[in-house]
C-alpha cells in the first residue's frame, strides 16, 4: 500500500518506526497528538515483534477487563 502523502510511512504494526516518528516530531505537533488523546502511544518502545503475534495479542486483548485472553489461559494486565 502506497501512501499519498510522500512524508508518511505506512507503519502498519511497527513500533520502532512509530517510536522514531514521535521522538523525531516537534513539541507543537506532540502537543497535538496529546490533545487528540493519543499521547499514550508516544510510550510505546521500539520492538522487534512479528507483524502476526501484535495482529494476535491485539485480537486477544479483553479491553473491559484489562487482559489477554488466549487460548492457552487468561493473562492479567496490571497498570
Known sequence: MTSKNPKTK??????RLLNEKFQNMSDKKKAI???????????IPPMNLPYKLLKE??????????????????LTINP
Open 10 to 15: 505506512d507503519l502498519r504494526c511497527s513500533t
Open 33 to 43: 497528538v496529546q490533545e487528540l488523546g493519543f499521547d499514550c502511544l508516544m510510550h
Open 57 to 74: 495479542l491485539a485480537y486477544s486483548f479483553n479491553l473491559v477487563r484489562n487482559r489477554l485472553d488466549t487460548q492457552y489461559g487468561v
